[in-house]
């Protein structure tokens, strides 16, 4: 059974930065589309950043870019997610998101995606 676990959330002040990281387990597939969404209270949750494994295509939504990396260790099943020059708009609940089989190098919609962390939580202050 495929389990995505994060970690790595907590609170900064505006101008920090945060690592997130994904562990999978229980992965037996091969190419897969992982995405990182975030969720803002009374907000629908929103994609970040799309990373395909194991080639390391990725992409960001125009909120994060350049401020945001997403990358894979692929020996260690991982996937990080650096975050720098943090801001209270990024405040939300961070998850990681798995697409088995599908290719991407574009931002992919909530839909495609058929695991599902438990969410990680990013409280920026100013």
């Known amino acids: 059974q495929v389990q995505l676990v994060e970690s790595g959330g907590g609170s900064v002040q505006a101008g920090g930065s945060l690592r997130l990281s994904c562990v999978r387990s229980?992965?037996?597939?091969?190419?897969?589309?992982m995405g990182w969404f975030r969720q803002a209270p009374g907000k629908e949750r929103e994609a970040v950043a799309t990373i395909y494994t194991p080639g390391g295509d990725t992409d960001y939504a125009d909120s994060v870019k350049g401020r945001f990396t997403t990358s894979v260790d692929n020996a260690k099943n991982t996937i990080d997610l650096r975050m720098n020059s943090l801001t209270p708009e990024d405040t939300g609940v961070y998850y990681c998101a798995a697409a088995p089989g599908l290719y991407c190098r574009k931002i992919v919609p909530t839909t495609a995606f058929t695991y599902w962390g438990q969410g990680t939580q990013v409280t920026v202050s100013s």
């Open positions: 229980g992965w037996t597939y091969g190419g897969a589309c």
